[in-house]
């Protein structure tokens, strides 16, 4: 397949454009210096010249709290750069598959898994960013499949899920929220269904985590001490709240997906399975 990735550099579009590549896919893979996304002229020009059959989007701003903060600029990334993205694809002629967010829903579903029968209601810039990308993108062109994910882990991520096997490893003290629960994701994984997703060209909005129940940030400490093989690593538990970040989070971002098994996709693999895989790589 010809394929153009956007936001290559981050840990998903890193991810995406090395499983391409293995496919033997033609792959052209665009980081932030290579195409920023909000410039809408520079993305016909490059899917125009280009001619890519699809057209996947893992560029956002995902600094949760630095979007709270600068709300213009998140909308300006995650809103009007999805669109243009869309646009820009749909005059290509390519199919359009973009990332989203768990964020898109405010967390107070206490009990059970948030499907895309629940209408999103998101209570942070982020997520009222993201859902407006998802709207726009899907206006831009009807070959649009939004793909919600969330807690994504994987080689090159920053954030507490990527780096929890390797600070347990360090001996690292553990600090981590036991009062929010969500469903990790494995950065291969998502890449790879994201590619199918993008070949399927079965419009829609899809939900793409591992399979499993879920857990807590300090459940996926205790996983990834466990998958790292290191005993005794101190995990403090703290409340969500007691952080006092600028950006409220939900409390219950679990998703599952009521589409992807109708379409003929198979559920994704445990999350506990990719968490041992990844902590396997990173010895
Ligand atoms: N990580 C998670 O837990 C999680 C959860 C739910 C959904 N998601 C979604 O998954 C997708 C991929 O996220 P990720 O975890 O791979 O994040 P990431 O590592 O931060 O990757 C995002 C990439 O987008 C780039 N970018 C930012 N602004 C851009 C612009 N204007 N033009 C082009 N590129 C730009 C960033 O470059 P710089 O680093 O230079 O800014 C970064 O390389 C995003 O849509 C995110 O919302 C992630």
């Keep these: 397949m010809k394929v153009l990735i956007t936001g290559a550099g981050g840990m998903v579009g890193g991810a995406l454009a090395g499983h391409c590549r293995n496919l033997g896919d033609d792959v052209q893979a665009f980081d932030r210096e290579g195409l920023d996304i909000t410039d809408e002229r ?3 020009e490059a899917f125009g010249r280009l001619k890519p059959e699809a057209v996947i989007n893992c560029a956002a701003w995902t600094d949760v709290d630095g979007c709270e903060l600068d ?4 909308f300006l990334v995650n809103s009007q750069g999805v669109e243009a993205l869309a646009t820009a694809a749909r005059l290509a ?6 990332v989203s967010t768990d964020y898109v829903f405010d967390g107070l579903k206490a009990d059970w898994f948030y499907t895309q029968r629940d209408d999103p209601h998101p209570a942070s810039a982020y997520g009222a960013a993201k859902l407006e990308g ?3 993108a899907q206006m831009a062109s009807a070959r ?6 969330g807690w994504v882990f994987g080689p090159g991520g920053r954030n507490f899920l990527a780096t929890a096997v390797e ?5 690292a003290r553990l600090k981590a929220i036991s009062d929010s629960w969500g469903t990790p994701t494995y950065a291969p994984d998502l890449a790879a269904r994201l590619r199918e997703l993008a070949e399927l060209d079965l419009p829609g909005v899809y939900h793409v985590v591992n399979s499993g129940e879920g857990t ?11 998958a790292a093989g290191v005993g005794g690593v101190e995990i403090e538990p703290v409340l969500m709240d007691s952080l006092k970040r600028p950006a409220p989070r939900p409390r219950n971002s679990r998703l599952r997906c009521l589409l992807s098994e109708a379409v003929g996709l198979r559920p994704l693999r445990d999350w506990r399975e990719a968490l041992a895989e990844f902590a396997g790589m990173s010895k």
């Design 216 to 226: 807590s940030y300090e459940g996926f400490a205790r996983a990834a001490a466990e």
């Design 42 to 44: 520079a993305a016909r």
């Design 167 to 171: 600070r347990a490893r360090r001996g």
């Design 134 to 136: 998802e709207r726009r």
């Design 144 to 149: 649009t499949s939004v793909v919600r994910t």
């Design 71 to 74: 709300p213009q600029r998140a």
């Design 93 to 98: 002629g390519a199919s359009f598959v973009t």
